[in-house]
């Protein structure tokens, strides 16, 4: 059973980034509900080729029948890996959608929404063994910290650390509502969901390791990438973009390149165009949108 997404966030705009070509092959690594991938198939003649990545198994019902497409149920940290698989080395474009889908927030018992209570897991991949019952339950009160901090970049991160460790030494914290009652005295009325948005964050990030995902993702573009391929990247939050950023100018997640004799670095990619974020029509059609920023950059 096909399941129901909302529209892909600036659509036109992430795939007229990759400037396809028609016998090209171009890689989805955030399949979702297929609405990027449709559109980069709609612009592909009948020798081209997409691969998409996906490992929640709600996104492979939605999985798209065209001799052109493959849907790999995997986290796109294994990108090169499976390309291998297929027999492909090099790719001339690759698309990333970053962050939660929309359908993964509308499913209650997902746990990753505020809006609802469910069971603590926020798992993107349903299968993956750390669920956000383990991380606030099991963590050690300086871990948790750690997590609120870097993550949600929570201004109160070790006084609340301190009281799930104090809650949930008289017994577990199960739910999204325990959680909120357990951390009720941080949330006063006027900022509760912005605080409660950072703290959901920072866990989901962890359960998922979004980071380190991002991370091992970003440098094995620069090996599958054909020279003059394109990668069109969309995400949702500081600490995401500040890495597609980063990577996209020196290709170093710190520090700076190294240069030549003449001092000319040596950098994996040429920025295309400037920083695109989504118009007040898309965002008034699309909430999910509102936070997007879109980065387009060229493989030299």
């Known amino acids: ?177 325990e959680l909120h009652v357990a951390l009720k005295r941080f949330l006063p009325t006027h900022r509760e969901h912005k605080i409660l948005a950072q703290i959901y964050q920072a866990i989901r990030i962890e359960v998922n390791q979004e980071i380190e995902v991002l991370k091992e993702f970003l440098l094995a573009t620069t090996e599958i990438l054909e020279t003059g391929g394109r990668i069109s990247f969309i995400s949702y939050h500081s600490l995401e973009d500040r890495l597609v950023k980063r990577f996209i100018r020196n290709g170093l997640f710190e520090g700076e390149p190294e240069k030549d004799f003449y001092g000319r670095a040596e950098v994996p990619f040429k920025k295309v165009g400037g920083l695109i974020i989504p118009s007040n029509q898309e965002i008034k059609t699309n909430n999910r949108a509102r936070s997007a920023k879109l980065r387009i950059a060229e493989r030299l």
Do not use: W
Not at 39 to 54: H, Q, T, V, Y
């Open 1 to 177: 059973m096909k399941m129901e997404y909302h529209n892909p966030v600036l659509l036109k705009e992430t795939v007229d980034g990759l400037n396809i070509k028609e016998d090209g092959v171009y890689v989805d690594v955030t399949f979702g509900g297929g609405g990027h991938s449709k559109e980069i198939l709609s612009r592909l003649g009948e020798n081209g080729k997409l691969f998409a990545f996906d490992q929640d198994q709600d996104a492979i019902e939605n999985a798209i029948d065209d001799p052109r497409f493959k849907l790999i149920s995997q986290n796109f940290r294994h990108i090169k890996k499976f390309l291998r698989f297929y027999g492909i080395k090099k790719v001339d474009g690759i698309l990333g959608d970053f962050g939660v889908s929309s359908h993964q927030f509308d499913v209650a018992e997902r746990g990753f929404s505020l809006r609802f209570e469910a069971d603590l897991d926020m798992r993107m991949d349903q299968e993956g063994a750390v669920s956000a019952y383990n991380v606030v339950n099991e963590y050690s009160e300086k871990d948790l910290q750690s997590v609120l901090s870097l993550y949600g970049e929570v201004r109160n991160a070790k006084a609340i650390a301190a009281r799930i460790v104090e809650v949930r030494e008289e017994q577990p914290i199960k739910t999204t509502e």
